[in-house]
């Protein structure tokens, strides 16, 4: 299944839709399979969750069941059952055989810059794409880490388009349109624009505004390849 987080709900956590999807299923009379054992568990697998307060497009999961059900029917019931802002889009029966973790490599990200100029973000970007490595810091579990976030960047640009950020007055808005493959550790939009402050010096003085638009594997041409392609009725096994 692919699935949204908009607006307010971009600041769900991970845990919390959890919580929030497995009350979906069971108002929406889902068949969930569980695992076995003396604390079972429903059977879902989500695939590189979004950060907490990012928006997206393009989250996936997978879920097991006990018995067949129309794909169509039941994503339009998940949805109902969650509030407005978790919105299931798309669902399709999986193929045997197939891991939808494995078809996800890169992520194509939307990052708005509230009160920075256009030109002033083309620079930075364009210093930090330049750079050989961006060396940054995040606050992790095991504590400070320091790693390259430029080495996740595959492409980056700044969308010449005037509309300013979703909810906000007309003011300068620099919009960046970045493609960032899956790495270890992985790279965060946060994590570039640390790199952007490290190379340019860059600081938007209002938030930031994330938003995940796609995910999938990358092409040669720098085209994602939905990872439910590949179990559609009309795709070839192995996708396309």
């Not at 992520?107 to 810059?113: A, I, P, Q, V």
């Not at 930090?128 to 320091?146: D, H, I, L, N």
Request: overall charge negative; proline content about 9%; aromatic content about 4%.
């Amino acid at each position: 299944m692919r699935y949204a987080k908009r607006g307010p709900l971009r600041f769900t956590s991970h845990r919390d839709f959890a919580r929030a999807f497995e009350r979906a299923l069971r108002r929406a009379a889902v068949p969930i399979a569980f695992s076995q054992g003396f604390h079972p568990h429903p059977k879902i697998s989500y695939a590189s969750a979004a950060p907490t307060g990012v928006g997206s497009e393009a989250e996936y999961l997978e879920i097991g069941l006990q018995a067949p059900v129309d794909p169509a029917e039941l994503r339009a019931a998940l949805d109902a059952a969650l509030s407005p802002g978790l919105d299931v889009l798309d669902a399709v029966i999986a193929r045997e055989g197939t891991s939808l973790a494995d078809r996800i490599d890169a992520s194509r990200w939307r990052l708005e810059l509230p009160g920075v100029e256009p030109a002033v973000a083309a620079d930075a970007l364009q210093r930090f794409m330049s750079a050989p490595e961006v060396q940054v810091e995040r606050m992790t579990k095991q504590g400070r880490r320091t790693f390259d976030a430029r080495v996740a960047v595959t492409s980056g640009t700044v969308i010449d388009e005037p509309a300013a950020p979703s909810g906000a007055a007309a003011s300068p808005c620099a919009i960046l349109d970045l493609v960032v493959r899956q790495v270890t550790p992985a790279v965060r939009p946060d994590d570039v624009l640390s790199g952007l402050r490290v190379v340019a010096g860059l600081e938007p003085p209002a938030p930031p505004r994330a938003t995940r638009l796609a995910q999938g594997s990358l092409t040669a041409h720098g085209e994602f390849v939905d990872p439910l392609d590949a179990d559609r009725e009309d795709e070839p096994i192995g996708g396309r």
